[in-house]
């Protein structure tokens, strides 16, 4: 092995771009179907109308575009900031004599904060990604091509700009739900990890131990985001754009407060089996290439 190759196998923006990627393809590939029954039954024309149990593959082309460059986007930003926040956080416990400002808080804050910029900067792609592979899922179109150039066709009527805008289309409630559960989701696996390590008195996790942390953690978070999940979903398969206060109101005027945990059985199912195959599939990848030489 040369040593280029050792080096980008070796440094830790290389092993998040590479193990991030294939835990992105491995967790929306394995999952899909799940994913297009709870897509189908948070949508307004209910869910017999948006296909039922039939063609739960529909949309998955561009699933299979989005997946990889979406998960390493946010796993490179994520332990970039990880690590820039914790380098910080050592200069100024040094500057301190040994006390850091938020004490046994500092940690999980760091995550919380890696986190949120991580999915930020990821929901530049996953955003037209869901947009094209939802109204798939919802048989509004016949595949995630024809969604995509029915979109494209608006070009005529409301030019570039409109385009991109709908293309975008549910970009800050998806911001709205994936920071939140962020937040949730990653101090968790983290502190779990954490435990982990500290009980068997050992230096690396190994991915079965991160699948099953990963998978808990996923669970916890799907379950208390399903509102902004529904408002979500609701948002990208409307005929037009809608802001989130006036949907929120129709909603609830519409269907009631139950609505708002339309599909939380498979999203918990679908998250929870997820955060172990996304997870798990990472501190594997990540550990793997981390013992390469």
Same mark, same amino acid.
Request: glycine letters at 10%; one cysteine or more.
């Given at each position: 092995?040369?040593?280029?190759?050792?080096? *980008?196998?070796?440094?830790?923006?290389?092993? =998040?771009?590479? /193990? %991030?990627?294939? $835990?992105?393809? @491995? #967790?929306?590939?394995?999952?899909?179907?799940?994913?297009?029954?709870?897509?189908?039954?948070?949508?307004?024309?209910?869910?017999?109308?948006?296909?039922?149990?039939?063609?739960?593959?529909?949309?998955?082309?561009?699933?299979?575009?989005?997946?990889?460059?979406?998960?390493?986007?946010?796993?490179?930003?994520?332990?970039?900031?990880?690590?820039?926040?914790?380098?910080?956080?050592?200069?100024?416990?040094?500057?301190?004599?040994?006390?850091?400002?938020?004490?046994?808080? *500092?940690?999980?804050?760091?995550?919380?904060? =890696?986190?949120? /910029? %991580?999915?930020? $900067?990821?929901? @530049? #792609?996953?955003?037209?990604?869901?947009?094209?592979?939802?109204?798939?899922?919802?048989?509004?179109?016949?595949?995630?091509?024809?969604?995509?150039?029915?979109?494209?066709?608006?070009?005529?009527?409301?030019?570039?700009?409109?385009?991109?805008?709908?293309?975008?289309?549910?970009?800050?409630?998806?911001?709205?739900?994936?920071?939140?559960?962020?937040?949730?989701?990653?101090?968790?696996?983290?502190?779990?990890?954490?435990?982990?390590?500290?009980?068997?008195?050992?230096?690396?996790?190994?991915?079965?131990?991160?699948?099953?942390?990963?998978?808990?953690?996923? $669970?916890?978070? @799907?379950?208390?985001?399903?509102?902004?999940?529904?408002?979500?979903?609701?948002?990208?398969?409307?005929?037009?754009?809608?802001?989130?206060?006036?949907?929120?109101?129709?909603?609830?005027?519409?269907?009631?407060?139950?609505?708002?945990?339309?599909?939380?059985?498979?999203?918990?199912?679908?998250?929870?089996?997820?955060?172990?195959?996304?997870?798990?599939?990472?501190?594997?990848?990540?550990?793997?290439?981390?013992?390469?030489?």
């Amino acid at each position: 092995m040369t040593a280029s190759t050792s080096s *980008s196998i070796e440094s830790p923006f290389a092993r =998040a771009l590479i /193990a %991030g990627g294939l $835990a992105g393809t @491995a #967790v929306d590939l394995s999952l899909y179907p799940i994913d297009t029954l709870k897509t189908r039954l948070q949508s307004s024309a209910g869910f017999q109308s948006s296909g039922g149990f039939r063609g739960i593959y529909a949309g998955v082309g561009s699933a299979l575009i989005g997946s990889a460059p979406g998960a390493a986007l946010f796993f490179v930003t994520y332990e970039s900031t990880k690590s820039f926040l914790k380098r910080g956080r050592e200069a100024d416990t040094q500057l301190a004599g040994g006390k850091s400002f938020l004490g046994e808080w *500092s940690e999980p804050i760091e995550h919380m904060i =890696a986190a949120s /910029a %991580g999915e930020v $900067a990821a929901c @530049a #792609v996953r955003v037209p990604t869901e947009v094209i592979k939802q109204r798939a899922q919802a048989i509004q179109h016949t595949s995630s091509m024809a969604a995509l150039r029915a979109i494209l066709r608006q070009r005529r009527e409301i030019g570039v700009n409109g385009v991109w805008r709908e293309m975008y289309r549910g970009w800050s409630v998806t911001v709205m739900r994936e920071v939140p559960f962020t937040i949730i989701q990653f101090p968790l696996w983290e502190g779990m990890k954490e435990w982990r390590r500290r009980t068997q008195g050992k230096d690396e996790i190994s991915a079965v131990e991160s699948a099953v942390f990963g998978s808990v953690a996923g $669970a916890v978070a @799907a379950g208390v985001t399903t509102p902004l999940d529904v408002l979500k979903t609701r948002m990208m398969l409307s005929k037009e754009k809608q802001a989130v206060i006036p949907l929120l109101t129709q909603i609830l005027s519409d269907s009631g407060p139950r609505a708002f945990f339309a599909g939380i059985g498979p999203r918990i199912l679908w998250i929870s089996a997820g955060g172990a195959i996304f997870l798990g599939s990472y501190q594997w990848a990540s550990n793997t290439l981390s013992n390469t030489r």
